[in-house]
């Protein structure tokens, strides 16, 4: 009965707290008018049509968001200490090509999130007919070390939760 009012409930609850979170206000016009928006978003998705998300493994979900939490900390610093260190450090910033071999299209677009939410790394462009992936570091000195770290941290977990 409620998917007929309320296509994606949970899409239309994260939608309605993080419109309350960024206005800060709990006023009953700001509730109002949040709700407007987070039902008009979850009807748009119906037009979409997404297939569904299945995640085979919360644990290992719950373990690649504290690897992300932890590395986009320590990218702020390393980004910080490059952009502060002016002459002293020389950077070597540049494009790789990195072959992918997760392939669901819901772990792609989190593995996008993470590159892009990650200071000093750039998902530029995606090959599905090869499965590479085009990527922009800000240091980039060695590509094996950024390849094997990305596949270990990040596609392992991702194939593990999505695959």
Avoid at 23 to 32: D, E, H, M, N, R
Avoid at 91 to 115: C, E, N
Avoid at 133 to 140: G, K, R, S, T
Wanted: hydrophobic fraction near 55%; include cysteine; charge should be positive.
């Amino acid at each position: 009965m409620i998917r007929r009012v309320l296509p994606h409930p949970y899409l239309f609850l994260a939608l309605l707290v993080m419109w309350l979170l960024l206005k800060q206000s709990i006023a009953p016009g700001t509730i109002v008018f949040g709700a407007l928006v987070a039902f008009g978003a979850s009807w748009a998705m119906v037009a979409l049509d997404p297939p569904p998300v299945r995640i085979r493994s919360f644990k290992a979900a719950a373990r690649l968001a504290g690897r992300v939490l932890i590395d986009v900390f320590r990218s702020n610093i390393a980004v910080g200490r490059i952009i502060l260190g002016g002459a002293e450090r020389r950077t070597h910033s540049g494009f790789m090509v990195l072959k992918l071999d997760l392939r669901d299209r819901y772990g792609l677009a989190v593995l996008a999130i993470i590159m892009t939410c990650t200071p000093g790394t750039q998902w530029v462009h995606y090959d599905p007919a090869h499965g590479t992936l085009l990527l922009h570091v800000l240091d980039l000195v060695d590509e094996r070390e950024w390849a094997t770290l990305i596949k270990r941290r990040y596609e392992a977990l991702l194939r593990e939760i999505f695959e």
